[in-house]
């Protein structure tokens, strides 16, 4: 590929360049909550899938939707107990 102009090609190497910066930002927080949930898990024997589950539903906020959801699938599976 080409750029049309040294201006083009500068812009697309600053970006490339931020690009890396967060993805470096972002691979020590993940491994910072591996840590985290490591930590958890051998201290309190929580399985890990239910402290990464916990924890995102604690980011986004979502525990009422997922009471919701989780009660819709509790009386559709409850419909099965009776047939």
């Known amino acids: 590929m080409q750029f049309k102009n040294d201006d083009d090609k500068v812009a697309f190497y600053n970006a490339i360049k931020e690009i890396d910066e967060q993805l470096d930002i972002i691979d020590s927080a993940k491994e910072q909550m591996k840590n985290i949930i490591d930590s958890i898990n051998n201290a309190l024997d929580l399985p890990k899938p239910h ?32 047939n």
């Open 51 to 82: 402290i990464r589950k916990v924890a995102r539903l604690y980011h986004k906020r979502a525990g009422a939707e997922f009471e919701a959801e989780t009660d819709e699938i509790k009386q559709l599976y409850n419909t099965l107990k009776t």
